[in-house]
Each structure stands twice: as structure tokens, then as C-alpha cells.
Nanobody
Framework: QVQLVESGGGLVQPGGSLSLSCAAS????????MGWYRQAPGKERELVAV???????RYADSVKGRFTISRDNAENTVHLRMNNLKPEDTAVYYC????????????????WGQGTLVTVSS
């Protein structure tokens, strides 16, 4: 059973920094593509950043240059370092194992964590 557990959310002032972590279990983490998403009140859930199993990264335009996604395959953990936070970064941040179709047609389903709240406010 795949489990994703986020941690590290909290209250931070504008311009501050915060690091989120997502610990994965029940999955072959080294072949997983992992993503961070967020959902602000009254808004749709949106992609923040994705890191593939081979380390390629992609970011939403709104966080480029401020956020950094990384992974530690030895610890089965994906991180999101957030710098220069803005009030509009306030949201529940979710970790996601991205769906995959492996060679041979094996499908690996998406899984979501429970989310962690980040509030950027003075």
C-alpha cells in the first residue's frame, strides 16, 4: 500500500523560507516520478514542481527561481525548498506519485499525500 506523508508546513512571513518533505513507503521510490501540487482556498489544485526518476525537474512559472524540488532515493523522500515566499503561495501543499506506464504496459497509479498547510502572512 502506497503511503505519502508530507511534513514541514507552517506559518511564515513574506520573504521567508520553508522546506517541505514527503516520505514515501510501499512503492519502488527510485522509479517514481514525484510531484508537489498546491491548492489555495477557492482555487483549483495546481502543479508546483515535478522531479522524474532520473532527476529532471519542471516548475510552474509562478515559482521558478524561488522553489527547488529534490529527491533522496536512499531515504525515499522528496523535498520542496521554498524561498522568498509570497502571500499568494498560501495553500495546502500535496505530494503526488505521478502515474506511469512502464515498458511492457505495466500501469502504476497515481497516489496523493494528505497535504500540509503553508500560510504566508505577516
Amino acid at each position: 500500500q502506497v503511503q505519502l506523508v508530507e511534513s514541514g508546513g507552517g506559518l511564515v512571513q513574506p520573504g521567508g523560507s520553508l522546506s517541505l518533505s514527503c516520505a514515501a513507503s510501499g512503492t519502488i521510490f527510485s522509479i517514481d516520478d514525484m510531484g508537489w501540487y498546491r491548492q489555495a482556498p477557492g482555487k483549483e489544485r495546481e502543479l508546483v514542481a515535478v522531479i522524474t526518476s532520473d532527476g529532471r525537474v519542471r516548475y510552474a512559472d509562478s515559482v521558478k527561481g524561488r522553489f527547488t524540488i529534490s529527491r533522496d532515493n536512499a531515504e525515499n523522500t522528496v523535498h520542496l525548498r521554498m524561498n522568498n515566499l509570497k502571500p499568494e503561495d498560501t495553500a495546502v501543499y500535496y505530494c503526488k506519485r505521478e502515474p506511469q506506464v512502464l515498458p511492457g504496459g505495466v500501469r502504476r497509479l497515481e497516489h496523493w499525500g494528505q497535504g500540509t498547510l503553508v500560510t504566508v502572512s505577516s
